[in-house]
């Protein structure tokens, strides 16, 4: 009886691991908006660190592995006010076998692969899952969600805006800093004249 009670508190942790009351770990990202010229892949750097419930041990020979795992999804919102749609696949980041200890970061690469024949605002979700089993969304976590965006088009307008400042204001900025270098330049002039005049 006990031994059976023993058993039972041993592999209930393991069954609840991506449980909040069991792990606590954050997902995240450089770039919190990324933008596909066109259907193509893409290399996503996602960083993770684990506090509640480290060590975990991620990849490894485990049949069925814990990894850091991506959805991606039509946005039939707006980027604004993202909304999923159709599933559009799954990914995974490349990585060996690694213990995720509490207080470290680990980033790992991820290539998404954009069809062509998806429409242009995209959800990419990303979570750590456990193969066949379930993703840490499934318990309770709350996922790491990136707006994807297709675009064929340059994002400076060919033609100048006359209420667009960001011309003006480059080149007032270039403006300052020949400015900048010329005083410096005049400075040490002065220095070395002030020295030799000594």
Partial sequence: MDGSA????????????????TLHYDL??????????????????????VGKGAPLALYGDDPE???IG???????????????????????????????????????NMLVTV??????ELILDIDLVKEGQFWGADQGHRPLSLVVTQRRVAIRPAQPD??????????????????????AVIFSLLNQLDKRDS
Avoid: I, W
């Fill in 70 to 108: 991506a959805k991606l999804y039509v946005n039939t919102g707006l980027p604004e006010e993202p909304v999923r749609g159709a599933l559009v696949g799954e990914y995974r980041a490349e990585s060996d076998a690694f213990s995720a200890q509490k207080g470290r970061h680990y980033t790992r």
């Fill in 28 to 49: 995240r990202v450089e770039q919190p908006f990324f933008c596909f010229s066109g259907e193509g892949t893409t290399s996503v750097p996602v960083t993770l660190s």
């Fill in 115 to 120: 069809p062509a024949e998806v429409p242009g």
């Fill in 65 to 67: 592995p814990v990894k």
């Fill in 162 to 183: 006359p209420l667009d400042m960001t011309e003006a204001l480059m080149r007032l900025h270039d403006a300052r800093a020949r400015e900048a270098r010329y005083e």
């Fill in 6 to 21: 023993n058993h039972m508190d041993q592999s209930t942790p393991a069954e609840n691991l991506f449980d909040s009351s």
